[in-house]
């Protein structure tokens, strides 16, 4: 999956969790937002497949129903 900055619309390199723009030198995380309650969600890494979790609804969510955006790291 590719990724473009936030700021300058270039292409982004992946760094682990992170997501490095070469033009600004900035490192960008991805945060997920709940459609349900607007929470930030959890991240869950495992077997090869990852899943988002929210504490407040206390359940996972499927990929589609969840928000996602860049943020400076």
Do not use: F
């Amino acid at each position: 999956m590719e990724r473009l900055c936030p700021v300058h619309a270039t292409p982004m390199e992946s760094r682990g969790k992170l997501w490095h723009c070469e033009t600004c030198a900035a490192n960008y995380r991805v945060r997920g937002e709940c459609a349900d309650c607007g929470s930030e969600l959890e991240k869950i890494a495992a077997c090869g497949a990852s899943n988002w979790w929210c504490n407040r609804c206390n359940e996972l969510k499927s990929k589609s129903k969840v928000k996602t955006e860049l943020v400076a790291a």
